[in-house]
C-alpha cells in the first residue's frame, strides 16, 4: 500500500504524455523548449519547498499511501513526480488554450508549429 501514491502520480504523468502526443501540446510540439520548461519549473518549485521546510511552513505529512522515501529532509520522493505532473499538466493545458484560442498556429496535421 506505500507505493499507491506514487503509482498513482506515475499513472497521470502517463496520461499527459498520451495526451500530449495525441494532440502535439508540449514535448511533441518542441522537445527542447519543452524539457527546459518542465526542468526548470520542477527546479523552481523544488527550491521552493526546501525554502518552505527550511523556513518550518513545510512538512511532510505520513500516510500508509507513501513510499517513506525522502530525497532530502521533510522532501519525500513523491514529491518531485507531483511537481513534474504539475508542470506537464499546466504546459499541456496552456498550449491546448492557446490552440483553442487560435493563439497558436497548427499544421496540416493539427500540431502546433
Same mark, same amino acid.
Given at each position: *500500500?506505500g507505493?499507491?501514491y /506514487?503509482?498513482? +502520480?506515475t499513472?497521470?504523468? @502517463?496520461? *499527459?504524455?498520451?495526451? $500530449? &502526443?495525441?494532440?502535439?501540446?508540449?514535448? #511533441?510540439? $518542441?522537445?527542447r &523548449? =519543452?524539457a527546459?520548461?518542465?526542468?526548470?519549473?520542477?527546479?523552481?518549485? +523544488?527550491? #521552493? $519547498?526546501? +525554502?518552505?521546510?527550511? /523556513?518550518?511552513?513545510?512538512? &511532510?505529512?505520513e @500516510? !500508509?499511501?507513501?513510499?517513506?522515501?525522502v530525497? =532530502?529532509? %521533510?522532501?519525500?520522493? %513523491? %514529491?518531485?513526480?507531483? /511537481?513534474?505532473?504539475?508542470?506537464?499538466?499546466t504546459m499541456?493545458a496552456?498550449? =491546448?488554450a492557446g490552440? *483553442?484560442?487560435?493563439? *497558436?498556429?497548427?499544421d496540416?496535421r493539427?500540431?502546433? !508549429?
Amino acid at each position: *500500500m506505500g507505493i499507491l501514491y /506514487l503509482t498513482a +502520480l506515475t499513472i497521470a504523468l @502517463t496520461g *499527459m504524455v498520451v495526451l $500530449d &502526443r495525441r494532440f502535439g501540446l508540449f514535448f #511533441w510540439a $518542441d522537445a527542447r &523548449r =519543452a524539457a527546459v520548461v518542465l526542468a526548470a519549473g520542477v527546479v523552481f518549485f +523544488l527550491v #521552493w $519547498d526546501v +525554502l518552505g521546510i527550511g /523556513l518550518g511552513i513545510f512538512y &511532510r505529512g505520513e @500516510t !500508509s499511501f507513501m513510499t517513506g522515501l525522502v530525497i =532530502a529532509p %521533510e522532501l519525500p520522493i %513523491e %514529491e518531485v513526480f507531483f /511537481l513534474a505532473l504539475l508542470c506537464y499538466l499546466t504546459m499541456n493545458a496552456y498550449a =491546448a488554450a492557446g490552440r *483553442m484560442l487560435g493563439r *497558436m498556429p497548427t499544421d496540416r496535421r493539427g500540431v502546433a !508549429s
